[in-house]
């Protein structure tokens, strides 16, 4: 009869049950040990798998490395280099932080730890066998070999599927990691057929190559960029139109701070945004990151650690689904929406901000829109290029530079004043009210002004000692509040006709801005030449003007 007294179990046997939680299969392996290396702070991660990683997960890297002295207890449970203190828990910022990974997987596994530190004149290696520490050549950085998965747990190894559902999962999350960061390379040998490269990209205007890779071109052309803001909350990312629905989730990527994410406020969010509009069965498409404070998340709540914890669920939920929905109701009024790449982040993120946007053209009615538009500029990749993000060459038909900061200014302002002419001037609600406290002879303008303010898009309710900010005019949303409510009470305060001032004061809300690649691109997509050498940012480069610039 075995014995019912209480013992304490061998470390080994410990480790295999913890491997249960954290190795389910060989993609847990995968995503533990890249997790690892971008801790480590690699810029490049190389991947082989053989046998649909049963045989070998082999992940290489080129990260800080680790010390000849902590290589064996790498290998012990609950040692990390990522935490030290209680306090700690309630701040995490490394992907990784239990210490549980490397002794789980070693423990099911032939696993095989070599490093090398940049300091050091050889990298030293350990394994799961030998724990004896052993000199080997090796470049700065790390390698761990996981070999023989489950070798001595036969009923595990039984549970994993095919070698293509397993293929299938470790192609999954290399995709999800390889979105979580685009400062990164990846390199994969998945198969003997089947290898995967993506180059590391540090330009913003650059990341949609990644995502077309991963996600498909068809997703980058039906996506629509959003960028949402509320205190130290930032949600950015893209969304697939009503259009872009899938049968599976296989497009469906969510990162908080970083972390690849699947959670139920989350999902139900999102679903909640595309409302009836997603049919029965079918799924919404997006990639999209949520950056806030680390004490508002607690990411110590699951296994494997998929799962969060807010703290302002809620607020969370609403700001996620105000988000979506802004940028798909856009989309559905045919509105050039968003871009399907990001937009430069504004300099002062301590401002009180809505949702940061590029040009685009304001819905009109119908009866607007029957003139035959004029004929856009014509210009791929190859025959323009975008010079300090401000300036563009162009070759075709003829030689010309175009300043598109002081193009793009004009044609905002003018959208705004045809919008307020042709009253389509849209509004869009403020997420969570701001109350903005103000002098009784301020807040005495806004009540007499009621109606005017309304026409002009701008909804508040005034208070005892201040408004409640409600709705503003859309495309003022990149405009600080603080900045509008300030700009209404000079304009009112004026003494000229306060209709015709407040107007003129809210037009010239709007700056330039940088311009990014595509946005280069939209903006010559759908203005003629004819409206561009209005705005005066027109010059041809003819011999005589070419001359001039190196004359004496």
């Known amino acids: 009869m075995i014995s019912q007294r209480i013992h304490a179990l061998p470390l080994h046997l410990a480790n295999q049950i913890a491997a249960g939680e954290v190795v389910e299969r060989p993609a847990s392996v995968l995503k533990e040990l890249i997790e690892n290396s971008i801790d480590a702070g690699a810029t490049q991660i190389d991947i082989t798998i053989e046998g649909a990683g049963n045989q070998l997960i082999k992940v290489s890297d080129n990260g800080n490395g680790i010390h000849p002295d902590d290589l064996a207890l790498a290998l012990s449970r609950h040692a990390t280099s990522k935490i030290h203190s209680s306090e700690q828990l309630s701040h995490i910022d490394s992907l990784g932080f239990r210490g549980e990974a490397l002794p789980s997987i070693a423990s099911v596994s032939r696993l095989t ?248 053209p304001h819905p009109v009615s119908q009866t607007l829109t029957t003139a035959t538009p004029p004929s856009p500029v014509s210009a791929s990749e190859s025959d323009f290029v975008l010079l300090h993000q401000r300036y563009v060459l162009l070759t075709s038909p003829e030689p010309i530079v175009l300043d598109l900061q002081e193009a793009a200014l004009l044609f905002k302002r003018k959208q705004f004043l045809d919008a307020v002419d042709n009253k389509t001037l849209a509004s869009r609600p403020i997420l969570v009210p701001l109350n903005i406290p103000l002098a ?65 004061q809210l037009s010239g809300l709007f700056e330039q801005a940088n311009i990014t690649t595509e946005q280069a691109r939209q903006i010559m997509a759908q203005h003629s030449i004819d409206e561009l050498k209005q705005t005066g940012s027109y010059r041809k480069l003819d011999q005589t003007t070419l001359t001039s610039l190196f004359s004496n």
């Open 440 to 504: 009784s002879d301020a807040l005495a303008l806004f009540n007499h002004h009621h109606a005017l303010l309304k026409e002009l898009a701008l909804e508040f309710t005034v208070n005892a000692d201040a408004i409640t900010v409600k709705r503003i005019p859309f495309l003022l949303s990149h405009i600080d509040l603080q900045t509008i409510v300030a700009t209404v009470v000079t304009a009112l305060q004026s003494q000229q006709d306060h209709r015709l001032n407040l107007i003129k």
């Open 113 to 360: 730890l070599a490093s090398k530190q940049p300091d050091q004149d050889c990298g030293w290696q350990v394994s799961s066998d030998v724990e004896t520490l052993e000199p080997t050549a090796h470049p700065d950085g790390t390698t761990v070999s996981v070999a023989e998965l489950f070798f001595n747990l036969p009923a595990r190894r039984r549970f994993l599927r095919s070698d293509k559902t397993e293929l299938n999962h470790l192609t999954t999350t290399l995709n999800r990691l390889a979105l979580s960061r685009f400062d990164v390379g990846f390199s994969a040998q998945l198969a003997d057929q089947t290898t995967l490269k993506l180059p590391a990209i540090t330009d913003p205007n650059l990341f949609y190559q990644r995502i077309a890779r991963i996600c498909g071109q068809a997703f980058v052309r039906q996506a629509r960029y959003l960028e949402q803001q509320f205190e130290a909350i930032h949600l950015h990312g893209w969304v697939g139109n009503f259009a872009a629905h899938r049968a599976q989730t296989d497009v469906q990527y969510f990162f908080i701070n970083g972390r690849v994410i699947k959670d139920r406020i989350i999902n139900h969010a999102i679903r909640q945004a595309y409302g009836d509009a997603l049919p029965a069965g079918r799924q919404a498409a997006y990639v999209l990151y949520l950056t806030l404070p680390l004490d508002r998340v607690d990411v110590n709540v699951h296994p494997t650690k998929h799962e969060v914890r807010f703290r302002d669920a809620r607020l969370v939920h609403g700001l996620i689904t105000r988000a979506v929905q802004e940028a798909l109701t856009q989309d559905e009024h045919g509105v050039v929406s968003q871009s399907e790449l990001p937009l430069p982040k504004p300099e002062n993120t301590s401002a009180v901000k809505e949702s940061s946007q590029n040009y685009q």
